[in-house]
């Protein structure tokens, strides 16, 4: 594992995320953006599902803020990836970093069980919380 890790922390990416000047800010810029869109948009609509939030229709609320949604999370992703190459083996052994991972995997496992069993309020409390967790964990790892 870890001759694959080293292999993806020189990678051409990697190497020009360390050494392009303005590279690694850029993507941590769209990084940030994409979860404003992701969580911003998962607020709306877990709000809006708990009741919390007048307004317009559930279902109409959900066809809008799902491809946002979707945008924001393919944002962070790919972001998120690339960042990952410029310390590889660093991140792979980060307790943080493999908890927000196992969080992510979890709100994704959320949606899926959302999905099926269309029981709003737990899974709206659970995606909230566990978002949250995974964003805290993210900003952490950049002090560790």
Not at 67 to 76: H, I, M, R, S
Request: with cysteine; hydrophobic share 55%.
């Amino acid at each position: 594992m870890d001759a694959l890790l080293l292999g993806v922390q020189q990678s051409e990416l990697a190497q020009a995320m360390r050494q392009a000047r303005w590279l690694y800010p850029a993507v941590n810029t769209v990084h940030i953006f994409g979860i404003a869109l992701l969580f911003g948009s998962l607020v709306t609509l877990h709000l809006r599902s708990l009741g919390v939030l007048r307004g317009p229709d559930a279902v109409q609320l959900e066809r809008l803020v799902k491809p946002v949604a979707a945008t924001g999370f393919v944002l962070a992703a790919g972001s998120g990836a690339a960042m990952f190459t410029t310390d590889a083996v660093k991140y792979a052994g980060s307790g943080l970093f493999l908890t927000k991972m196992a969080l992510i995997a979890a709100a994704l496992l959320n949606v899926a069980w959302l999905k099926r069993k269309r029981a709003a309020t737990p899974a709206a409390l659970v995606s909230l919380s566990v978002w949250t967790a995974a964003i805290i964990c993210g900003r952490l790892i950049g002090y560790s």
